[in-house]
């Protein structure tokens, strides 16, 4: 999943009144803040691999047989 901006990822109510002087501008001061948080959020999620989350996959599903078992059962190689 390939997300680039705060619109994407956080819905925020469109149907607001103009009149409204917060609903007419909740959406502008939220925005800045929603795409920095998407940032740090990407820039988390980079730094993990695949091989992880494969580790941390069997040591949830076989805590006491992790170790060097997902390379023999799929033959993965990283």
């Known amino acids: 999943m390939e997300l680039d901006n ?3 990822i956080f819905k925020i109510h ?3 009144l103009g009149s409204c002087p917060i609903g007419s501008n909740v959406r502008g001061l ?3 803040h929603l795409n ?3 940032a740090a959020m990407k820039a988390e999620l980079s730094k993990v691999t695949l091989g992880q ?3 941390e996959l069997y040591r949830k599903i076989l ?3 992790s170790r ?3 390379g023999k ?3 993965i190689q990283y």
């Open 6 to 8: 705060a619109d994407e």
């Open 68 to 70: 060097g078992l997902r």
């Open 36 to 38: 920095s948080a998407v």
């Open 53 to 55: 989350l494969i580790d």
């Open 73 to 75: 059962l799929y033959g």
């Open 30 to 32: 939220l925005v800045p």
């Open 63 to 65: 805590p006491s047989k």
């Open 14 to 16: 469109s149907n607001t």
